[in-house]
């Protein structure tokens, strides 16, 4: 549960065999939860061979990811490389149209393989539930003082660890993040 998004993860793998233990595991859900603005079907899979994704290009930025349509459903192609060598993961991530109901493909490679869970596709799913419960997910650092969120928004360099890293200081200071904060508009105004 991030973000009061539900992910419910099926895999015959468990969390440390997907890798995703320590980063996901202080997020896992304990117990009846209460009720989310999103509850998202996610079922992991291995294949054997690389992933495909179906139909036709709709969105490439040219980084880590691209955006396949096949009728309703939309296929990510998602693609890790390490400096100089090979692809070091790769997977399919398919989505219906309301993003709640998705299965991420994979092919394990390697001793220290981890789940794309663990880095592009979990983020990707997330965001993308975020922006289906009226937010957005943005690159800044952000902090609670004192129940009062304070984000900071600025290109890479700008000073947003700094920020937050002076106000940590402070009493009644919880730093959230220092990479991404999600923002959701709510009765009671902005929520991070």
């Given at each position: 549960?991030?973000?009061?998004?539900?992910?419910?993860?099926?895999?015959?793998?468990?969390?440390?065999?997907?890798?995703?233990?320590?980063?996901?595991?202080?997020?896992?859900a304990?117990?009846?939860?209460?009720?989310?603005?999103?509850?998202?079907?996610?079922?992991?899979?291995?294949?054997?061979?690389?992933?495909?994704?179906?139909?036709y290009?709709?969105?490439?930025?040219?980084?880590?990811w691209?955006?396949?349509?096949?009728?309703?459903?939309?296929?990510?192609?998602?693609?890790?490389?390490?400096?100089?060598?090979?692809?070091?993961?790769?997977?399919?991530?398919r989505?219906n149209s309301?993003?709640?109901?998705?299965?991420?493909?994979?092919?394990?490679?390697?001793?220290?393989?981890?789940?794309?869970?663990?880095?592009?596709?979990?983020?990707?799913?997330?965001?993308?539930?975020?922006?289906?419960?009226?937010?957005?997910?943005?690159?800044?650092?952000g902090?609670d003082?004192?129940?009062?969120?304070?984000?900071?928004?600025?290109?890479?360099?700008?000073?947003?660890?700094?920020?937050?890293?002076?106000?940590?200081?402070?009493?009644?200071?919880i730093?959230?993040?220092?990479?991404?904060?999600?923002?959701?508009?709510e009765?009671?105004?902005?929520?991070?």
């Open positions: 549960r991030i973000a009061n998004v539900l992910i419910e993860l099926t895999s015959p793998l468990s969390p440390a065999e997907l890798g995703i233990e320590g980063r996901l595991g202080p997020f896992r304990a117990g009846a939860p209460e009720k989310p603005l999103a509850r998202v079907a996610l079922r992991w899979e291995e294949s054997e061979s690389s992933s495909t994704p179906c139909g290009l709709i969105y490439d930025p040219g980084s880590i691209k955006m396949y349509r096949e009728g309703p459903d939309c296929y990510a192609a998602l693609t890790y490389h390490s400096e100089g060598r090979a692809a070091q993961a790769q997977g399919v991530l989505a309301a993003w709640d109901d998705l299965t991420l493909t994979e092919r394990r490679t390697g001793a220290a393989w981890q789940s794309l869970l663990n880095i592009g596709a979990g983020e990707l799913i997330l965001r993308t539930a975020i922006l289906f419960t009226s937010g957005l997910v943005f690159h800044s650092s902090l003082d004192n129940g009062k969120g304070i984000v900071f928004i600025g290109h890479a360099g700008a000073g947003k660890s700094t920020q937050v890293g002076l106000w940590s200081q402070e009493p009644g200071v730093v959230m993040n220092d990479d991404r904060i999600a923002v959701r508009v009765a009671r105004g902005p929520m991070c």
